[in-house]
């Protein structure tokens, strides 16, 4: 068994509505067909299908306010309810008083001491590095998991050689961040690539930190490109999928691109969307943001 965790930032289950949610004006033929021809909505937030289970999931984590980055993503990637540990939701950075949760409880740190194979697939710039070096502490829980726990981060050099997935798949930014030779790829061709680097690993994270910057822009026509972008690799994705022994699970931290109506987060639950021979056992076992590391360290046996 391997896991493919697919992180969406800022994806919640809205309102049916193509004016203020872009799901419902994007072109997304492969996430439809993935759920037999639906997307979720405010009154569909369950789907099941020959190939896919689709859950909400509360992102709220039982604390007033609206969902934040850095509580949800802890919760998501230790299995601890930080927002209930520090008594709000904050974000986007996690807390110093969640980073030693961070660093004991992330999912790369307890997969690699049961000598488990982990890869976090996005590529980073130069730039990226020489933040880091500077000592700086402001880091997402994904990157700063991979600090405390080892876990490299890939750079232009693995994105050239196809051993990285861009933050935004086609990698159209990179020539911008001195990367003038990195040839663009199709999303389709992103997804293949992605299962390639799967196929080599227990468990393989991919980050997409886009959805939450449309949202928050509010701009409709931007937030379509970043969804049907994303469904472009969930097909190549998919054509190279072994559904019988890989688990592929997305989930997202809280809502905010489903609403164009608000620049704000919203508390809207979020899909969690699994795929693979035991994807029915694995969604029984997820309803809030906490049950996600947990149930990927049951199904990969640690």
Request: proline share 5%; aromatic share 8%; glycine share 8%.
């Amino acid at each position: 068994m391997r896991v493919l965790l697919l992180f969406l930032d800022g994806v919640g289950i809205g309102k049916s509505d193509g004016t203020i949610n872009p799901f419902f004006k994007a072109h997304l033929p492969n996430l439809r067909s993935l759920l037999g021809g639906e997307l979720p909505h405010s009154k569909l937030k369950r789907i099941s299908t020959a190939r896919a289970e689709l859950t909400p999931v509360n992102a709220t984590l039982g604390v007033s306010g609206l969902p934040q980055s850095g509580t949800g993503q802890t919760a998501i990637f230790t299995g601890v309810n930080a927002s209930k540990f520090i008594g709000k939701h904050f974000g986007p950075h996690p807390t110093t008083t969640l980073r030693p949760v961070v660093e004991e409880k992330n999912i790369f740190q307890r997969l690699k001491l049961a000598h488990k194979s982990v890869c976090f697939a996005n590529a980073f710039p130069k730039q990226f590095f020489e933040y880091t070096s500077s000592g700086t502490r402001r880091l997402t829980v994904t990157t700063l998991s991979c600090q405390f726990s080892g876990v490299p981060l890939l750079t232009g050099e693995s994105l050239r050689k196809n051993e990285a997935i861009s933050a935004d798949i086609t990698r159209t930014h990179w020539p911008k961040l001195g990367y003038p030779e990195l040839p663009t790829v199709s999303s389709e061709e992103a997804g293949r690539h992605l299962w390639s680097i799967t196929a080599r690993h227990d468990f393989t994270l991919f980050e997409y930190w886009l959805t939450d910057h449309a949202g928050h822009s509010r701009d409709m026509n931007f937030s379509v490109d970043i969804l049907e972008r994303f469904d472009g690799l969930l097909g190549g994705l998919l054509g190279k999928f072994d559904f019988a022994n890989s688990l592929l699970v997305l989930i997202s931290d809280h809502g905010n691109i489903e609403d164009l109506s608000t620049k704000s987060h919203t508390r809207n639950p979020v899909p969690c969307i699994v795929v693979g021979g035991k994807r029915k056992e694995f969604s029984a076992h997820v309803q809030n943001l906490t049950h996600i590391t947990p149930t990927i360290l049951k199904f990969l046996e640690v």
